[in-house]
């Protein structure tokens, strides 16, 4: 064992026995959290198997200092409960904002071989770290990848704002649209609509989660062939109240319904949204740890 491997067991055992999210909770003690991470985390990128949730196994290659959610499973729980619910052997769905794959690895192992999850990401740099950790995962066959961000409308070009401190805040930055929390350099990548990727790729989505910093409506724009003929199910992170009612607008127009969840301080908040013709909505009721847990220990299992 070396030095990394043993103070990343020794965090890990902090977490086991829950201080780390105890101490979080008291505002003059969450320094202590982040000095504590720099002092027994490497900060350089290294090989790391997913800790729990939903890509539980898969290997990752992260900056344990700045990624530790990832490697430990704990983001965006109610997004991961409701993707391990839906998400059945053979389907098709699509990543749109997949970042690193935290969560694109894990739906590709739901859907299984004979099913395909199409992850995009804007970032280039991103893309291929997202390739890395797909090709160690073992999930080259139906885990597909693409380079684009997803928008209102195709262009070869188009302005990005990379993440800067953490990665995974960059976005689109187009006619007063930003990255809400985005700080690094503009650079530019081509973009593409749903409606023109389905076209072309001939994989229609049965469901789509979004998580793209703020530019979701943008993303639902571009897609209204899919969801008038489809009824693709809808699995996203919002991140302002300007995005939130152009979707709520949106989601009445095109006849879905949907369930918001919130945190106290109300963005980013979770949407789940489905055709009112959908039979099975119970799926956004599911209990999250127990729906999750029995689901991925089936999985496990096969």
Same mark, same amino acid.
């Given at each position: 064992?070396?030095?990394?491997?043993?103070?990343?067991?020794?965090?890990?055992?902090?977490?086991?026995?829950?201080?780390?999210?105890?101490?979080?909770?008291?505002?003059?003690?969450?320094?202590?959290?982040?000095?504590?991470?720099?002092?027994?985390?490497?900060?350089?990128?290294?090989?790391?198997?997913?800790?729990?949730?939903?890509?539980?196994?898969?290997?990752?290659?992260?900056?344990?200092?700045?990624? %530790? !959610? /990832?490697w430990l499973g704990e983001h965006e729980?109610? +997004?991961?409960?409701?993707?391990?619910? $839906? @998400?059945?052997? &053979?389907?098709?769905?699509?990543?749109?904002?997949?970042?690193?794959?935290?969560?694109?690895?894990?739906?590709?192992?739901?859907?299984?071989?004979?099913?395909?999850?199409?992850?995009?990401?804007?970032?280039?740099?991103?893309?291929?770290?997202?390739?890395?950790?797909?090709?160690?995962?073992?999930?080259?066959?139906?885990?597909?990848?693409?380079?684009?961000?997803?928008?209102?409308?195709?262009?070869?070009?188009?302005?990005?704002?990379?993440?800067?401190?953490?990665?995974?805040?960059?976005?689109?930055?187009?006619?007063?649209?930003?990255?809400?929390?985005?700080?690094?350099?503009?650079?530019?990548?081509?973009?593409?609509?749903?409606?023109?990727?389905?076209?072309? %790729? !001939? /994989?229609?989505?049965?469901?789509?989660?979004?998580? +793209?910093?703020?530019?979701?409506?943008? $993303? @639902?724009?571009? &897609?209204?062939?899919?969801?008038?003929?489809?009824?693709?199910?809808?699995?996203?992170?919002?991140?302002?109240?300007?995005?939130?009612?152009?979707?709520?607008?949106?989601?009445?127009?095109?006849?879905?319904?949907?369930?918001?969840?919130?945190?106290?301080?109300?963005?980013?908040?979770?949407?789940?949204?489905?055709?009112?013709?959908?039979?099975?909505?119970?799926?956004?009721?599911?209990?999250?740890?127990?729906?999750?847990?029995?689901?991925?220990?089936?999985?496990?299992?096969?």
């Amino acid at each position: 064992m070396n030095f990394k491997d043993l103070t990343c067991r020794v965090y890990l055992s902090i977490e086991r026995l829950k201080i780390h999210r105890i101490v979080r909770r008291i505002p003059l003690m969450r320094r202590s959290v982040k000095i504590l991470a720099k002092l027994l985390l490497p900060n350089t990128p290294i090989w790391v198997q997913v800790r729990s949730g939903i890509s539980q196994g898969m290997w990752m290659r992260l900056n344990l200092q700045k990624e %530790s !959610r /990832l490697w430990l499973g704990e983001h965006e729980p109610t +997004v991961q409960s409701a993707l391990v619910t $839906v @998400l059945l052997p &053979g389907m098709v769905a699509y990543d749109i904002g997949a970042h690193v794959g935290s969560i694109a690895l894990g739906m590709a192992r739901l859907v299984g071989r004979s099913g395909r999850v199409v992850a995009f990401e804007a970032d280039p740099e991103t893309a291929e770290n997202l390739i890395e950790n797909r090709d160690r995962s073992g999930l080259t066959t139906h885990l597909e990848i693409v380079s684009s961000a997803v928008w209102s409308y195709s262009s070869s070009r188009i302005s990005f704002r990379r993440g800067g401190e953490k990665r995974s805040h960059g976005g689109v930055e187009m006619e007063g649209q930003h990255p809400v929390l985005g700080s690094g350099e503009v650079i530019e990548i081509p973009a593409v609509t749903l409606d023109d990727f389905v076209a072309n %790729s !001939r /994989l229609v989505p049965q469901l789509i989660k979004i998580d +793209v910093e703020g530019g979701e409506y943008e $993303v @639902l724009s571009g &897609g209204e062939r899919l969801f008038s003929m489809q009824r693709t199910l809808i699995v996203a992170e919002v991140h302002h109240k300007r995005a939130a009612d152009q979707i709520t607008s949106w989601l009445l127009g095109h006849q879905y319904c949907s369930r918001w969840i919130a945190p106290v301080e109300k963005f980013p908040c979770c949407l789940l949204a489905w055709p009112e013709s959908f039979k099975g909505s119970h799926w956004i009721w599911t209990n999250e740890a127990h729906s999750m847990s029995n689901r991925l220990a089936k999985v496990a299992a096969t």
